[in-house]
Nanobody, 128 residues
Framework: QVQLVESGGGLVQPGGSLRLSCKAS????????IAWFRQAPGKEREGNSC????????YYEESVKGRFTISRDNAKSTVYLKMNFLKPEDTAVYYC?????????????????????WGQGTQVTVSS
């Protein structure tokens, strides 16, 4: 019924860029906001960006502010994550997720509740 499919992951050099896509189906953007999470080996899954379902406001984790940009194309039911100036520490499996709201403190994304739907994940590796 509800499906989120990520694409666009791959291997990039430090300082490079990559754009991830999240195609949604069986999901209304009036009900859910969309967030991007990532999980590196041995670490917990952490949210890094979110775009509000109500007004399109965007929120970011501090470590990606100024480098990542989340956007949406409602006609295509797709949310994007453009990542610039990538660092080795950005290496992780990236997941898009449907959330009730973008939990935040100011402009900073600070998720507390588990998303209600997950994509399958796409690997991003930043290495020379």
């Amino acid at each position: 019924q509800v499906q989120l499919v990520e694409s666009g992951g791959g291997l990039v050099q430090p300082g490079g860029s990559l754009r991830l896509s999240c195609k949604a189906s069986g999901l209304t953007e009036e009900t859910y906001s969309i967030a991007w999470f990532r999980q590196a080996p041995g670490k917990e899954r952490e949210g890094n960006s979110c775009i509000s379902k109500t007004d399109g406001t965007t929120y970011y984790e501090e470590s990606v502010k100024g480098r990542f940009t989340i956007s949406r194309d409602n006609a295509k039911s797709t949310v994007y994550l453009k990542m610039n100036f990538l660092k080795p520490e950005d290496t992780a499996v990236y997941y898009c997720a449907a959330v009730r709201v973008c939990e935040s403190r100011g402009s900073t994304y600070t998720p507390n509740n588990r998303p209600v739907h997950w994509g399958q994940g796409t690997q991003v590796t930043v290495s020379s």
